[in-house]
């Protein structure tokens, strides 16, 4: 119903940047939150962003002033602007959105496949 295909994804070194994608297809009515996790190898997946579609935002604590999330709302699309990568934001990134089917009463949410991102020199 609602299908996400992220983008942006690669190897980068300590300090550079990288821009994730994640754009939302299918039935939708409305979406609400997107917003992007993390998971590293062994540990729990974890907020890195999230926007409303009035364009509230919230970053996790180890990514605040160097991660950036906004959304264009007319393609459905999020971004995730990261700058000065560091090895700990290493991980498999994950578009996660809430949205409202056509002909449903209620949102759902939805995960994108994952991206990885590696940051090493």
């Known amino acids: 119903q609602v299908q996400l295909v992220e983008s942006g994804g690669g190897l980068v070194q300590p300090g550079g940047s990288l821009r994730l994608s994640c754009a939302a297809s299918?039935?939708?009515?409305?979406?609400?939150?997107m917003g992007w996790y993390r998971q590293a190898p062994g540990k729990q997946r974890e907020l890195v962003a999230r926007?409303?579609?009035?364009?509230?935002?919230n970053y996790g604590d180890s990514v605040k002033g160097r991660f950036t999330i906004s959304r264009d709302n007319a393609k459905n699309t999020v971004y995730l602007q990261m700058n000065s990568l560091k090895p700990e934001d290493t991980a498999v990134y994950y578009c996660?959105?809430?949205?409202?089917?056509?002909?449903?009463?209620?949102?759902?949410?939805?995960w994108g496949q994952g991206t990885q991102v590696t940051v090493s020199s």
């Open positions: 996660n959105v809430a949205a409202q089917v056509t002909g449903t009463s209620y949102s759902a949410y939805y």
């Open positions: 299918g039935s939708i009515f409305s979406i609400n939150v």
């Open positions: 926007i409303t579609s009035g364009g509230t935002t």
